[in-house]
């Protein structure tokens, strides 16, 4: 059974930094896609990147402008998201998911970890 555990979330300040990890076990990952959402109360869950385990392929939504970096470390089966300039906007539950590389639906998701930015 495939799980992912978050961590690194916080409060920071506009401008600030912080990168999250989520951890996963269970599965062969060299065979996944790993990825981050992200939502914010009232509001819709929203993708944010992806990463490729194989490749280290990656994607972003556009809404980012560059300043978030998904990554990932093979030999702690761990997945990053360094996000940078954070705006009060950022503020939101941030979920790791991941799908098999073909699959369409991802299936298997993180508790979240709380990311705050104050103005």
């Known amino acids: 059974q495939v799980q992912l555990v978050e961590s690194g979330g916080g409060l920071v300040q506009a401008g600030g930094s912080l990168r999250l990890s989520c951890a996963a076990s269970?599965?062969?990952?060299?065979?996944?896609?790993m990825a981050w959402f992200r939502q914010a109360p009232g509001k819709e869950r929203e993708f944010v990147a992806r990463?490729?385990?194989?490749?280290?392929?990656?994607y972003y939504a556009d809404s980012l402008e560059g300043r978030f970096t998904i990554s990932r470390d093979n030999a702690k089966n761990t997945v990053y998201l360094q996000m940078n300039s954070l705006k009060p906007e950022d503020t939101a539950l941030y979920f790791c998911?991941?799908?098999?590389?073909?699959?369409?639906?991802?299936?298997?998701w993180g508790q979240g970890t709380q990311v705050t930015v104050s103005s």
């Open positions: 269970g599965g062969i990952f060299s065979r996944y896609v």
């Open positions: 998911a991941s799908r098999a590389v073909f699959a369409t639906i991802y299936n298997y």
């Open positions: 990463i490729n385990w194989n490749d280290g392929s990656t």
